[in-house]
């Protein structure tokens, strides 16, 4: 079992940067996939980018390819999500998940564990 917690959202303008974290307790989150996901009102949740287990290959959707950056530090058992050129568009409840297998997938119900978001509003 693994628990999550999601921290660092807020409210900026377009073009700032933010960095939100994902910090897990109770199992060594080196052996754990991580996604985020957001999630914006009357939207479905949709995958953001995730870091792989082992190897920490990285994945991004195509709307924030170039502009988000996922890293993890194990020693910290946190998982980053660097935000930067921020859009409007990009103002959702942000989510991590995690899951204990190899890969990335994009669908929210591959993951077993979830966080309890953190909002990022962007205003123009």
């Known amino acids: 079992q693994v628990q999550l917690v999601e921290s660092g959202g807020g409210l900026v303008q377009a073009g700032d940067s933010l960095r939100l974290s994902c910090t897990a307790s109770g199992r060594t989150f080196s052996t754990y996939s991580v996604g985020w996901f957001r999630q914006a009102p009357g939207t479905e949740r949709e995958f953001v980018g995730g870091?792989?287990?082992?190897?920490?290959?990285?994945y991004y959707a195509d709307s924030v390819k170039g502009r988000f950056t996922i890293s993890r530090v194990n020693a910290k058992n946190t998982v980053y999500l660097e935000m930067n050129s921020l859009k409007p568009e990009d103002t959702a409840v942000y989510y991590c998940?995690?899951?204990?297998?190899?890969?990335?997938?994009?669908?929210?119900?591959?993951?077993?564990?979830w966080g309890q978001g953190t909002q990022v509003t962007v205003s123009s």
């Open positions: 998940a995690a899951r204990r297998l190899v890969g990335v997938p994009t669908t929210r119900d591959d993951y077993n564990y």
């Open positions: 870091i792989s287990w082992i190897i920490s290959n990285t």
